[in-house]
């Protein structure tokens, strides 16, 4: 599975921005896809997933609300629309696909949970 996110940019507080990761390659039933991001000096922390097939999504508590992750299978592509964004999103963010079975979405929120990653995108939020 190769991974293509795309979508970042510089936008002020309280903007919105819409990420898309393109997927390629073989893909599975049981994909779950998720959106991660890492900001400067910190850890990379989860932001989003959801499943390829069906309708289960699941997100940080810091972005729930804010955030929404969503799909189009005919694309092969996730997207992660981000609303009211805050100088605190500032981050890379990355997209990432695990083939391997799960129960529950909760289970997929590490990074080890996931085995392909894409390339990382920019997103900048002003103050």
Do not use: H
């Not at 999504?57 to 964004?85: E, H, P, W």
């Amino acid at each position: 599975v190769q991974l293509q996110a795309s979508g970042g940019g510089l936008v002020q507080a309280g903007g919105s921005l819409r990420l898309s990761c393109a997927a390629s390659g073989r893909t599975f039933s049981n994909l779950v896809m998720g959106w991660f991001r890492q900001a400067p000096g910190k850890e990379r922390e989860f932001v989003a997933a959801i499943r390829w097939s069906g309708s289960s999504t699941y997100y940080a508590d810091s972005v729930k609300g804010r955030f929404t992750i969503s799909r189009d299978n005919a694309k092969n592509t996730v997207y992660l629309q981000m609303n009211s964004l805050k100088p605190e999103d500032t981050a890379v963010y990355s997209c990432a696909a695990r083939i391997r079975p799960i129960v529950v979405l909760t289970n997929a929120i590490r990074s080890n949970d996931y085995d392909y990653w894409g390339q990382g995108t920019q997103v900048t939020v002003s103050s």
